[in-house]
C-alpha cells in the first residue's frame, strides 16, 4: 500500500513524454506486474533496448522488493544491471539521465534484497564493488547511501568539508565530541527539507541548553529555480536567499557547501538526518524526513548517553 501512495505521488511529476517509465510505473502502482510485462515486451518489440526501456524495467525490481518478494526482486534487479551494463560499451554512465537511475536502482534493490534475507555482509560486498567501479560517477552518492543504511551506524562520523559556507562558520567535527550532533543534509529545491525546518529548529532550541549542536550541509546543483545552467556564484545567491526566505529559525546554522559531503555521507535523498552521540559516532542515519515525535526520541536516547 505505501509503495502504491508513494508511485502515485511519483506519477504527478512525471513528464507526458516519459512513456514507457510511466506506463510501467502506473501498472506496478496498481499492483499488475503482468501488465506492466505486457508493456515492456512491447515496447521492446518497437523500439529494442534502450535506456528509457532498461529505467522501466529497473522498476520492476523495485516493486517486487516492495512486495517482499526477494528471489525475484532479485531476478529484476541483476537483468537490470545486465542491461545496462551491456549498453554501457557503447557509452558512458552519465551520457544520459536514464542509465544511471537504472543502474543505480538494480544494485541498491539487489544490497537490500540480499539484507532482507539475512544476508548483510553480501550486500555490503555489493555495494563496495560497485563503488569501486562507480565510485566516480552521479550514482556514488545513492551507493553510498545504501552501504551507509546497512554499515554506518556505529562508526565515527567523517569529517565535513567547509571550504565554502553560509551562516556561522562550521565547526569542525572533531571538536564537537562531548556534544550530540545533528547533520541535517538540504537542498534549496527541496520541498520536505523547508517542511523538515520548523521541526529542527523547535529540536534544536529544546535541546541546545543539553548541548546539541546542528549543522546543515547542503551543495550546488547547477541551477536555480529561474536558471537552468547557473554559475556557481550566483547558485550560492540563490542558496542564500531560499535559506533567508523558509529556514529563518536556523539562520545562524552553520551550512557548510559540498558535493564532496553529500557523496561521504550518501544524502542522494534530502533531507538526509544524520545524529551523531557524544564520542562522534553515527547514532542514526535516516534519508528522508523524520516526524517531530521520532526525531526527539532519537536525540533524547544520545543525550541520556
Avoid at 541535517?184 to 529548529?201: G, L, R, S, V
Avoid at 545552467?229 to 557547501?257: C, N, Q, S, T, W
Avoid at 564520542?279 to 524526513?289: E, S
Amino acid at each position: 500500500m505505501a509503495f502504491c501512495k508513494y508511485i502515485v505521488v511519483l506519477l504527478l511529476a512525471i513528464p507526458a513524454w516519459a512513456g514507457i517509465v510511466e506506463d510501467v510505473r502506473m501498472a506496478l502502482a496498481q499492483g499488475d506486474f503482468s501488465i506492466a510485462d505486457s508493456d515492456l515486451n512491447s515496447y521492446r518489440g518497437k523500439n529494442g533496448i534502450t535506456p528509457e526501456y532498461t529505467e522501466a524495467y529497473s522498476w520492476m525490481g523495485r516493486a517486487a522488493l516492495d512486495a517482499h518478494q526477494y528471489d525475484q526482486a532479485t531476478a529484476y534487479a541483476k537483468r537490470t544491471e545486465s542491461l545496462a551494463r551491456e549498453q554501457l560499451k557503447q557509452r558512458p554512465l552519465d551520457a544520459e539521465p536514464r542509465l544511471p537511475i537504472a543502474l543505480g536502482a538494480a544494485l541498491e534493490v539487489e544490497s537490500q534484497a540480499l539484507a532482507a534475507r539475512g544476508q548483510r555482509t553480501q550486500a555490503i560486498a555489493v555495494l563496495q564493488a560497485a563503488l569501486r567501479t562507480y565510485g566516480n560517477t552521479s550514482i556514488q552518492a545513492r551507493l553510498q547511501k545504501n552501504l551507509n543504511l546497512l554499515s554506518f551506524e556505529g562508526h565515527p562520523a567523517p569529517p565535513l568539508r567547509a571550504e565554502q559556507f553560509l551562516g556561522s562558520k562550521p565547526p569542525v567535527l572533531a571538536q564537537l565530541k562531548g556534544s550530540p550532533v545533528l547533520l541535517f543534509f538540504w537542498a534549496h529545491w527541496c520541498a520536505d527539507c523547508k517542511a523538515e525546518a520548523p521541526i529542527i529548529t523547535q529540536l534544536r532550541f529544546e535541546f541546545a541548553p543539553k548541548g546539541l549542536t546542528v549543522i546543515g550541509p547542503t551543495r550546488l546543483y547547477g541551477y536555480t529555480a529561474q536558471v537552468e545552467h547557473a554559475a556557481p556564484l550566483d547558485e550560492l545567491a540563490y542558496i542564500d536567499a531560499v535559506r533567508k526566505r523558509f529556514y529563518g529559525g536556523l539562520l545562524d546554522m552553520p551550512v557548510p557547501i559540498s558535493a564532496y559531503n553529500f557523496d561521504k555521507y550518501g544524502a542522494s535523498t534530502t533531507p538526509t538526518l544524520v545524529l551523531l552521540d557524544r564520542t562522534g559516532k553515527v547514532a542514526m542515519y535516516h534519508p528522508g524526513a523524520l516526524p517531530y515525535d521520532q526525531l526527539k526520541a532519537e536525540i533524547e536516547k544520545v543525550v541520556a548517553r
